[in-house]
């Protein structure tokens, strides 16, 4: 169903932030894309421009003591948890001084301090994780909620469903946020969802409530989300929001886009950009032009000295290749 709540009532000084963790995102993806071009980023990536005001929007409305768990489209969700962008950019560059010493790349990154449990690569397999972190949370009775991300196509993985039905039966603190950008590779949702593509309501066989969002408005994402973590941790169990939302580039950095058209790639740019309509609300309410400008200077350093620093920074030393794994006793 469509949320009742159009959006959140917010601050200026709180638009404002947003507004930065927004145009973070999109300048370290930005960056990210052209130095994979470059050749100084291998394997695997995945980009979240155009997507921003979901996980900024939904980690507006959480704590320190929540987790996050998300797929492979990860770094946007690194970044709004509060993790390094040194330290990211340092993974995706395999170095040492990455999150997980350079050894993950772009799909596989971890932050206990920060309370993310990654990046992870097999389609719809963290749904099932994240039903698991909701479990150790109500087993803990420390009145933490699990944020589990996932993608329109995850949506009709039958991990997805077993959760579900696990989430609802033990009234699990659990957020499943479906980020629907309308392809799953290069399928469109609706020609690999059935009815109707309300991915919403797949929940609904187990009692999940589930509530379609204008994932593009940071204040209607914000809106949902305080609904949201108020219903899981006052005990009522799992919640579904699709988040409708969408990617400007490929699925991935090698995947060109030629199944959608150029005009609606742009349409969506043009006049449903997260970061362009926050900017104009901002402007609404009377925030100077100059604010946009120091916002972008400084984020432009941010970034710059994130890679610089990745750059400088030594690759893993190959005694690495037996850390951190697992040996079962003889």
Known sequence: MNLPIKSASVSVQE????????????????????????GKIAGFCH?????????????????????????????????ACGMDSKGVFAELMGRATGYSKGKGGSMHMF??????????????????????????????KNNAVCLTYYGDGASNQGQVYES??????????????????????GT??????????????????????????NGMDILAVKAAGEMAVQHVREGNGPIILEMKTYRYRGHSMSDPAKYRSKDEVDNIRQNHDPIESAKQTLIERKVPEDEFKKFDKEIKEIIQEAVDFSESSPEPDAAELYTDILIEPA
């Not at 404002?16 to 130095?35: T, V």
């Not at 469109?188 to 969002?213: C, D, E, H, K």
Request: glycine share 12%; aromatic share 12%; charged share 15%.
């Open 164 to 185: 579900y039905n696990m989430a609802a039966l033990w009234k699990l603190p659990v957020i499943y946020i479906i980020e629907n950008n309308e392809y799953a590779m």
């Open 15 to 38: 638009l404002m932030k947003y507004y930065r963790d927004m145009l973070l995102i999109r300048r370290f993806e930005e960056k990210a894309g052209q130095l994979y071009g470059m």
């Open 47 to 79: 980009l979240y421009i155009g997507q921003e005001a979901v996980v900024v929007g939904m980690q507006a409305c959480i704590t320190p003591k929540d987790t996050v768990i998300t797929t492979y489209r990860d770094h946007g969700h690194m970044l």
């Open 188 to 213: 469109s949702v609706a020609r690999g969802s059935a009815n109707g593509a309300q991915l919403s309501q797949r929940g609904s066989a187990f009692g999940i409530p589930g509530y379609t969002v």
């Open 111 to 140: 932050s206990r301090e920060k309370n993310f449990f990654g990046g992870h690569g097999i389609v719809g397999a963290n749904v099932s994780l994240g039903t698991g972190i909701a479990f150790a949370h109500k087993y803990l």
